[in-house]
Each structure stands twice: as C-alpha cells, then as structure tokens.
C-alpha cells in the first residue's frame, strides 16, 4: 500500500507546539505563493502495449526502426508534440538492454533483457516491461498532465500493468517564504514524525561559500525522502533567495504510488509528512522557469565574458569589426546552450522578467 497520504484530511501544522495559540506559520500560510511542480517522473509498463494484438516487441521480432515507430506513437499518445524522440538505439540503463534518448535532454526510454528474473529457486520468466524516465528538463515538457493520466489509467485497464517508480512533486519559494532552515526547525519539533520514531536526517552545508545547502529526511531504501535546499544558489546565483521543498516517492511491488498524483500533486505533497501541511493552503504562482532561465543565463553570460570577453574585444579594438560583423562570427544558429534548452526558449515565448 502507498503511503503517500492525502492533504484532504491533513490540518495546518505549526513548527513548534504553541498550545493551539496562533503560530509563525500559521500566519505566514495566509499569504504564501509558491509554485507546485512535478520535477522528475518514471514509470514503467509491459513492452506488449507497443503492439495492438499484445504481442511481445523486442528487437528478435521487430526492426529497430519498427520499434521506434512504436515508441514515437506512444510518445505522442501520452505528450502530444511536447517530447520527441531521437532516433538512434543505444546502450542499455537500469537493468536494461537497450535505450532511446528524449530529445533536448528530457530524458529515456529502456527496454528489453528484464523478462528473466533470476531467484534462489531457479530462474523465472516474466513479462517484459519498458521504462520511460523524465528529468526536471522533461517534466517541464509536459504541457498536460492530465493527459498523461488518462493515457496510463487506459493502458492499465488494458491489462499492460502501468506503474509509477518514481515521482518527485516540488514547492518552490522563489523569495525565500520558507527555506531548508525552516525545514530544519520543524523537524527537530517533530513535525516530520508520523509513526513512532523520527525518520533519519541530513544536513548538506555549504560553510557559507554560497553554493547552497541541502536538508534531507528520511532516505530512498524507505520509498519516501523529503529534501529542502536553496535552488536558486544551486543553479549559480550566490545572492539568491529561491528555496525548494522537495518529496520524492519511488514504488515498487509493495508500495504503489496512485496515479492521481500527477494530477493533484499539490494534494499529494501536502499529505507527505505533518510538515508539509501547509502547502495545502498555498496560492500558485508561475515564475520556476523564469527565474531558472535568468539564473542560468547569467551564469553562463559570466564565464562566457570570463573566458571569451577578451577575445571579443580583441575582434572589436584589435581587428577594428563593426558589433554586427562580431555577432556574426561568433552566432550560432543551430540551437542553444543544453542549459537553456527549456521549452519556453524552444517555442521563443522566454519571460519578459528574463530580458527585463
């Protein structure tokens, strides 16, 4: 069974045991705005749903180009024209033989070579799954959810046994409304306690060189692990306030991770742990792109001038070339840096808080 928990029922929980008087957070949560991502996403499936009799599809049987053909279906079935794939066959990951890339870094698809299970007993013949993974640049993809719902709860009802292996839904502070400190104080109160003893913890520090500290609860081998640390330093802006509140949940044969997740993340992440109760009360807001694009330019604008500044200028002082003649022999034209490669920049709708 999941244990993943409903906001439904989950009451505001304050940091600290007040007596039932009116806490920090309490009054915080009344104007909190945050936005609610799902930032990395896996799910595996029988390789027989590729085919429309069921039959099983391995490169044995079918053509590496029939097998992406398939694939690419499928692709388009659960995203649209969000994600794409490439169109090359590569190494296996995961337990797998065989892999396809999602284009632009989104992520994978592996397959092939998990039917034989091998057990104290003997070996045993199951069968055979893929696996679709997404990233946080894949995540950001997705421009429906609910479509990838319906799409696995159809696939499920066929009969291909559809199961999430992992979800991580995140709440972001792009001000700092909440950060790892708090999440810190509101363990050492208890407020990550559900059953019994405290999960494990773990501080990351960055002994103040700004790159940004982490704050751990709880741990993989559990199904559920709770991570809150300072994103914005983490992407390259020291003088950020941005923080991230993160659950990720993977499933196995014993915990099921509910498919309703994808649709009700907010509901989800809420019903975590005790602590994060107040998420339920939170107003959305839409700047987690945005603000990661800004970042990551800026960044990349520093060690660009850092490492080619004097170069430019050289083309400019030394060579005596006019602004448009350098734009033109430094332009590339075929596409962008893999960092800034979202999918706001893709379609060229970038944020005007970005170029402000």
């Not at 003893?197 to 002994?207: E, F, G, Q, T, V």
């Amino acid at each position: 069974m999941s244990d993943l928990g409903l906001a439904g029922d989950a009451k505001l929980t304050p940091y600290s045991n007040t007596g039932g008087k009116c806490s920090e957070q309490e009054t915080r949560s009344e104007l909190l705005q945050g936005e609610i991502l799902i930032d990395t996403f896996s799910m595996s499936m029988q390789l027989a749903g590729l085919s429309k009799s069921g039959d099983s599809v391995s490169r044995w049987t079918h053509s590496d180009e029939e097998i992406i053909g398939r694939f690419k279906s499928l692709i388009k079935k659960l995203f649209g024209d969000a994600i794409s794939i490439a169109p090359h066959i590569i190494n296996g990951r995961n337990g797998f033989d065989n892999r396809l890339l999602l284009d632009d870094g989104a992520g994978f698809i592996a397959f092939g070579g998990n039917n034989i299970v091998r057990k104290a007993d003997g070996v045993e013949t199951r069968k055979e799954r893929f696996q679709l993974y997404l990233d946080g640049a894949g995540c950001e993809r997705v421009q429906d959810w609910h479509r990838l719902y319906q799409a696995m709860c159809d696939a499920n009802c066929a009969g291909y046994d559809v199961r999430i292996n992992r979800v991580d839904v995140a709440c972001d502070f792009h001000e700092g409304e909440y950060t790892y400190q708090d999440a810190i104080t509101a363990y050492q109160d208890g407020a990550f306690t559900s059953r019994g003893r405290p999960p494990k913890s773990k501080l990351i520090n960055d002994m103040g060189s700004n790159e940004g500290c982490t704050f751990y609860v709880g741990s993989r081998l559990g199904g559920k692990m709770f991570r809150a640390y300072e994103k914005g330093k983490q992407l390259g802006d020291k003088s950020s306030s941005w923080n991230r509140f993160e659950v990720e949940w993977l499933g196995d044969n014993k915990r099921v991770i509910p498919f309703e997740v994808l649709i009700h993340p907010q509901k989800y992440l809420a019903g975590s742990y005790p602590a994060m109760s107040f998420i339920s009360s939170i107003t959305e807001v839409i700047k987690t792109s945005a603000k990661r694009i800004k970042i990551t330019y800026e960044h990349a604008r520093y060690w660009c001038r850092l490492q080619y500044g004097k170069l430019i200028n050289f083309a400019g002082r030394g060579l005596h070339l006019a602004p448009e003649q350098i734009i033109q022999e430094f332009y590339n034209p075929d596409g962008f840096p893999d960092r800034l490669l979202t999918m706001p920049a893709k379609i060229g709708l970038i944020p005007n808080e970005v170029t402000a």
